[in-house]
């Protein structure tokens, strides 16, 4: 794999921008909570999405002292076990349900949690509880953050096919249009796990390329910072949202409080190209 650097001078676009160390959690929790308030539908899933990114922000500081450690090694890691067990710990059980699950994640042998854990890495939703999937990403996300952020920038490969991360494989969440300095309305694709963000030039769809078959969607009670981007070549979409109309916008809590649009293009015969592992749809 040919590396190159992330870090740029002049006017030189950097194609892969690292999370930042500066406590990333943080900002996910407040906006969950913001997005709870204005979101009456969602909003018990979203002040439960807040709490986890409390959570997440809490261990944040003890994390970066269980480093170093390679990705793919992260699920059979003490220090991720640690994790997973305090958020099963902390958050509130609230409803039955949730209760159960969180008495199942305490009680799961060292091995099981591995398993999960290296299933949800390896992208694979479909052989654990849906309602565990968002806690061991919960955890992982934590851990994969910490390390990427921490990367040397000569390890970093150029994006391969356009549409996984280039630092863990993952699908992206969503699309966002950054602003600021010399990133300032390009598109980047951010990790679903990592939090790594890699730039993909606008207008052109994410999946096949295509430049002519791409069209935006919104729904009218929703942020008009996100939109779906469809595209009716090959018939998928990625939500893209704009910084520079909402500078507040979080992939993951915006992606989640904007489900709605997700309904509207599954019922225009879209497919979702990333994936949100806080919300893995059922079945
Ligand atoms: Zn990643
Ligand atoms: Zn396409």
């Not at 986890?52 to 261990?59: C, E, F, P, S, T």
């Given at each position: 794999?040919?590396?190159?650097?992330?870090?740029?001078?002049?006017?030189?676009?950097?194609?892969?921008?690292?999370?930042?160390?500066?406590?990333?959690?943080?900002?996910?929790?407040?906006?969950?909570?913001?997005?709870?308030?204005?979101s009456?539908?969602?909003?018990?899933?979203?002040?439960?999405?807040?709490?986890?990114?409390?959570?997440?922000?809490?261990?944040?500081?003890?994390?970066?002292?269980?480093?170093?450690?390679?990705?793919?090694?992260?699920?059979?890691?003490?220090?991720?076990?640690?994790?997973?067990r305090?958020?099963?710990?902390?958050?509130?059980?609230?409803?039955?349900?949730?209760?159960?699950?969180?008495?199942?994640?305490?009680?799961?042998?060292?091995?099981?949690?591995?398993?999960?854990?290296?299933?949800?890495?390896?992208?694979?939703?479909?052989?654990?509880?849906?309602g565990?999937?968002?806690?061991?990403?919960?955890?992982l996300?934590?851990?994969?953050?910490?390390?990427?952020?921490?990367?040397?920038?000569?390890?970093?490969?150029?994006?391969?096919?356009?549409?996984?991360?280039?630092?863990?494989?993952?699908?992206?969440?969503?699309?966002?249009l950054?602003?600021?300095?010399?990133?300032?309305?390009?598109?980047?694709?951010?990790?679903?796990?990592?939090?790594?963000?890699?730039?993909?030039p606008?207008?052109?769809?994410?999946?096949?390329?295509?430049?002519?078959?791409?069209?935006?969607?919104?729904?009218?009670?929703?942020?008009?910072?996100?939109?779906?981007?469809?595209?009716?070549?090959?018939?998928?979409?990625?939500?893209?949202?704009?910084?520079?109309?909402?500078?507040?916008?979080?992939?993951?809590?915006?992606?989640?409080?904007s489900?709605?649009?997700?309904?509207?293009?599954?019922?225009?015969?879209?497919?979702?190209?990333?994936?949100?592992?806080?919300?893995?749809?059922?079945?």
């Open positions: 794999m040919k590396s190159q650097p992330s870090a740029t001078s002049g006017t030189e676009i950097p194609t892969v921008r690292l999370p930042t160390t500066d406590r990333p959690f943080d900002h996910r929790a407040a906006r969950f909570r913001l997005l709870a308030r204005v009456s539908p969602l909003a018990g899933y979203l002040d439960l999405m807040a709490e986890l990114a409390d959570i997440q922000a809490g261990v944040w500081d003890n994390v970066a002292a269980a480093l170093p450690m390679t990705i793919s090694r992260l699920p059979e890691s003490p220090g991720w076990r640690t994790t997973l305090s958020i099963a710990d902390r958050l509130s059980p609230g409803k039955a349900e949730l209760a159960s699950l969180l008495d199942r994640l305490r009680r799961a042998a060292d091995d099981e949690l591995a398993a999960w854990g290296g299933r949800v890495l390896a992208g694979d939703f479909d052989h654990t509880d849906t565990i999937v968002p806690l061991v990403a919960a955890a996300q934590v851990h994969m953050t910490s390390l990427a952020a921490r990367l040397p920038r000569e390890d970093i490969g150029l994006p391969q096919t356009g549409s996984v991360c280039p630092v863990c494989g993952t699908l992206p969440v969503a699309s966002l950054q602003t600021g300095g010399a990133v300032h309305g390009l598109r980047y694709l951010v990790c679903g796990l990592c939090g790594c963000e890699w730039h993909r606008r207008i052109l769809c994410v999946h096949c390329g295509s430049g002519r078959d791409v069209a935006y969607f919104t729904i009218e009670a929703g942020n008009a910072a996100v939109k779906a981007e469809g595209c009716s070549a090959c018939w998928t979409y990625l939500k893209i949202m704009d910084r520079n109309k909402d500078p507040g916008v979080d992939p993951f809590a915006d992606d989640i409080a489900l709605a649009l997700d309904l509207l293009m599954a019922e225009g015969g879209y497919r979702r190209l990333g994936i949100n592992p806080l919300l893995v749809p059922r079945g």
